[in-house]
């Protein structure tokens, strides 16, 4: 006798279907089965089904009822009622489409399902009939995303028509939402799953390479050797090289790309930086002299302590001269005051400039129109300055100034393109001071080395910063500072602070959640300020500058805000790529600040930044408690290898192209 069965198993391709009959394959994982039949429920590759239904031969099913895997309706019980995965996975299998009707008008009957009370059941129907939401697009969107506030996001922002706009062009979410290349792609091939199309297209290519380059940037490279960049493209976005260099051409012609040589290698910049580097070249040219004292621009080299005692000479030898001190972070500053008696000020409070319209305070960048005052600034710690930001200064720098830029070679560079202050002394055209070597020590502190190895690193962190030093003597997140030596990998920052994040501030009933990018944000999460924010407002002054660390205090639908130190500032939904959690950030990042416990998490893999420059910096960022995890064998052997960031610039030999061309030009004067 011919019995109806129930059949489990993957939609692997769709051959046919029109309304409400269907035909498509159906992978069990041992084998395949061709299913036909009607079924009310749409289906595509992909989805996870249950068939029942009567063989009409050994490899045929006909079906009599299908239900498919409810799993953005499980998403939604789980983040809007309230409820936990296997409750909400269990209300959803009971009551299938009609789980959210049952449960907002006739909550009772969820009683009878194992481990809901009637308590239990009133609240999580009190948690449903708060939510505003336009039910069928978010549970539309949460098909492409499981995350709940990330779907309200958009649903809020477009409305019932986004889900067409979302298949046809995901990332417009890019541009509009800021929710990052990554983010918007796995939207994208999850609503077109069917399309071969999409992978080729001309759009996704674009912000693909965008992204790529963005990536490298941060990594402190300038340019990427197209070959390389046809490599990363091949991994990100599946597409042949030939497909690349069309995009590229096309992206040159927009401005959003520059190609040019480096070297004998052709290379690909983002637009903007390019332009960055080559201003740079030209301006440093126009500034530098043949000595040290009669150049517009020259270079100190040397410990800490030793360039702190050379730039307090000078300005004991110059006290006829307005001078402007700087260093990149509040704690550096403060360090460079106490060693020079003389007021010190961050890059960003240097670059900030408050200015009267219509009646009350704003901000802006000083820059030609309004540049800085004085006949000599000194920025220090140049090791860790950007290209963007030494483009800023020298275009506030005032005419017939001196700049001095103080630093050392033998520290780890900061995050962000160009390595500038290494480009400069490499083309050898700006003077350069050389103190005498004598090396910054690390004050002592208690330090662990803890082993572990795969799986256990993470494990072992977590426990570090979650439990085992606040329970020692540390009141938490503010307090400890989880570092890694790359943003990438198991043990890198990104993967960490969403292992942190969930297992420090996990979800909880009442406590506000936004997405952003590939993650979220949540009340009480640690963040941190990625770029100088010249024009945010707080309570008595304006802007946040790269590098602050503060805590998520609110979030509304509209905006979240975030308490640094003394100030609160309000970040608007198109804002908040400016911020990320910093539960764990790269050692680069964390440069300059100190926290009283360190933990520094150190992969398994061969990171070329692990090295013994890499354990100084770190070091120097604990004032009290400095815990290492990782393998010990491999530990033991750092001291003997050097710390290697990549920086591909070509600002050195642009340094020189300029000189040479302004040496021309003064030639037929």
């Known amino acids: 006798m011919n019995e109806s069965i129930c059949l489990e198993g993957t939609i692997e391709r769709v051959i046919f279907r029109k309304e409400t009959f269907s035909v498509f394959y159906l992978d069990r994982g041992d ?137 046809a062009n995901p990332f417009k979410l890019v541009d509009e939402l800021k929710i990052g290349f990554e983010a918007a792609d796995a939207i994208g091939k999850k609503a077109n799953r069917e399309s071969e199309l999409y992978f080729t297209n001309p759009r996704r290519q674009k912000f693909g390479i965008k992204q790529i380059l963005e990536d490298e940037a941060l990594r402190g490279n300038a340019c990427v050797p197209q070959r390389e960049l046809a490599m990363s493209a091949w991994e990100l976005l599946q597409v042949p090289e030939n497909a690349v260099d069309k995009t590229l051409c096309t992206l040159e012609a927009e401005k959003v790309v520059k190609m040019d040589l480096v070297g004998n290698e052709k290379c690909v910049y983002l637009g903007e930086l390019y332009k960055t580097e080559a201003s740079v070249a030209e301006m440093v040219a126009k500034l530098k002299g043949e000595t040290f004292e009669a150049s517009g621009i020259a270079i100190i080299i040397g410990s800490d302590k030793e360039r702190a005692k050379c730039i307090k000479r000078m300005l004991e030898s110059t006290t006829s001269i307005d001078a402007r001190i700087a260093a990149p972070t509040s704690l550096l500053a403060q360090r460079l005051s106490d060693l020079t008696g003389a007021k010190t000020e961050t890059y960003f409070e240097l670059m900030q400039e408050e200015r009267p319209i219509g009646g009350e305070q704003s901000a802006r960048m000083r820059g030609e129109a309004n540049p800085l005052e004085g006949g000599l600034v000194v920025l220090d710690k ?204 790269t050692v680069q990042m964390s440069m300059g600040r100190q926290y009283r416990a360190v933990i520094l998490a150190m992969p398994e893999t061969d990171e070329p930044a692990l090295g013994k420059e890499l354990l100084i910096e770190t070091q120097c960022c604990a004032s009290e408690t400095l815990a290492f995890v990782g393998n010990k064998t491999r530990f033991r052997e750092l001291d003997k290898r050097s710390s290697k960031f990549a920086c591909r610039s070509a600002l050195a030999d642009r340094l020189k192209a300029a000189d040479a061309r302004l040496k021309k030009r003064m030639a037929y004067v």
Not at 132 to 157: G, H, N, W
């Open 31 to 167: 084998a395949r089965l061709t299913c036909k039949g009607k079924s009310q429920q749409e289906v595509r590759p992909g989805d996870r089904v249950w068939v029942t239904g009567k063989y009409t031969s050994n490899s045929e099913l006909a079906i009599e009822s299908l239900r498919k895997e409810s799993l953005a309706l499980e998403a939604y019980l789980s983040q809007a009622a309230g409820m936990d995965r296997v409750l909400s996975r269990a209300v959803a299998d009971r009551f299938g489409d009609e789980a959210l009707l049952v449960l907002a008008e006739t909550p009772d009957r969820l009683v009878g399902i194992a481990g809901i009370t009637q308590p239990m059941a009133a609240r999580f129907c009190e948690s449903l009939l708060r939510c505003e939401d336009d039910v069928q697009t978010v549970l539309k969107l949460m098909e492409y995303s499981p995350d709940l506030a990330f779907c309200r996001r958009i649903a809020k922002a477009y409305g019932t028509n986004i889900l067409n706009s979302v298949k």
């Open 382 to 585: 140049c090791e860790s300055m950007d290209l963007e930001t030494f483009h800023g200064v020298l275009r506030a720098l005032p005419s017939g100034a001196k700049l001095v830029l103080s630093g050392d070679l033998s520290r780890i560079p900061g995050e962000g393109p160009g390595r500038v202050f290494e480009s400069l002394v490499e083309s050898k055209l700006v003077p350069v001071m050389r103190l005498e070597d004598n090396p910054d020590c690390p004050a002592k502190i208690e330090s662990y080395l803890i082993g572990a190895t795969g799986p256990g690193i993470v494990d072992n962190v977590i426990s570090l910063a979650k439990d085992r030093l606040p329970n020692y003597k540390f009141s938490g997140p503010m307090d400890i500072q989880v570092l890694a030596p790359a943003r990438k990998g198991p043990c890198g920052s990104e993967s960490l602070n969403k292992a942190l994040q969930d297992a420090i501030n996990p979800p909880k009933a009442g406590k506000g959640e936004i997405c952003c990018g590939s993650g979220f944000f949540r009340e009480g999460d640690k963040v941190v300020q990625t770029s100088n924010n010249w024009s945010a407002k707080w309570q008595s002054g304006f802007g946040v500058s790269k590098g602050e660390v503060g805590i998520i205090v609110s979030i509304d639908a509209n905006a979240v805000t975030v308490e640094f130190g003394n100030k609160e500032v309000e970040y608007p939904l198109r804002s908040l790529c400016e911020i990320e959690l910093a539960y764990a950030m």
